[in-house]
């Protein structure tokens, strides 16, 4: 496939899927750890997904997506035609539940609730009054 054809191609993908994972391995055999870090995410947050192998054809790939989104990197994931991004952002939109908004997938359980532990902070709140405050170091 020429580079042409495959950019085109690439685009078709995207657009054809709702959400679109550009991956090294596969969901069920990832093959680096930023893989299979997204590949987590999505799962935990129960969507679905396609998921496209880009190791057969990594450079063209890469010639390809940087075209399209100026990013050259994998994973890459698409969400409705638009690249989210890499394995950090999609980490970090998940914890702030940016993530689930946009794939319209239910929020994650809210911290605090009865069957779960106190943090490390919610128990320094909730500590005795008579105990001194955590100690504030400033520059």
Request: net charge negative; glycine share 8%.
């Amino acid at each position: 496939m020429s580079e042409p054809e495959l950019k085109t191609k690439v685009e078709e993908l995207v657009s054809d899927h709702e959400v679109l994972l550009f991956m090294k391995g596969t969901p069920e055999q990832p093959r680096c750890g930023f893989s299979m870090r997204v590949v987590g995410v999505l799962d935990s947050m129960g969507v679905e997904y396609a998921a496209l192998d880009v190791l057969p054809a990594l450079e063209p790939l890469r010639e390809a997506t940087g075209e399209i989104a100026d990013w050259r990197t994998f994973p890459q994931l698409y969400v409705k035609g638009e690249l989210v991004g890499g394995a950090d952002i999609v980490e970090e939109m998940a914890e702030s539940g940016e993530l689930a908004v946009l794939l319209g997938a239910p929020q994650p359980s809210d911290a605090g609730s009865a069957d779960e532990q106190p943090s490390a902070k919610q128990e320094m709140q909730q500590a005795d009054e008579y105990q001194s405050p955590p100690m504030q170091i400033e520059n």
